[in-house]
């Protein structure tokens, strides 16, 4: 009954997203650097698709919000489920505790 729970779902769905959040994040931040080391000599026609670098940082800086504000939901979600589901918001279990 513990897996059947919405507050499952809600937990691993707010969770994933936020973790992908700061995946975008990194990516972004990649393409940020990968735009300032580009030269104006070069014609790297990639590098000319990518947005601006004030566009990246100000995007890379929101993804950052984003997935923190998401993940700290999915610790909430996560700590009323364990209640619903076992009695207790934490039981210092080794698997919970890493996670």
């Known amino acids: 009954p513990a897996l059947k729970s919405n507050w499952m779902i809600a937990h691993v769905i707010t969770c994933f997203v936020g973790y992908a959040a700061f995946g975008l994040s990194f990516g972004l931040s990649l393409m940020y650097l990968f735009k300032r080391l580009d030269s104006p000599e ?41 209640y619903s589901a076992w009695g207790s918001y934490w039981s210092w279990d080794p698997k919970e505790t890493w996670s």
């Open 42 to 82: 070069k014609n790297n026609i990639f590098l000319k698709l990518i947005p601006s670098s004030a566009v990246l940082d100000e995007l890379s800086y929101q993804m950052v919000v984003i997935g923190f504000l998401l993940l700290a939901l999915g610790i909430i979600t996560g700590s009323v489920w364990a």
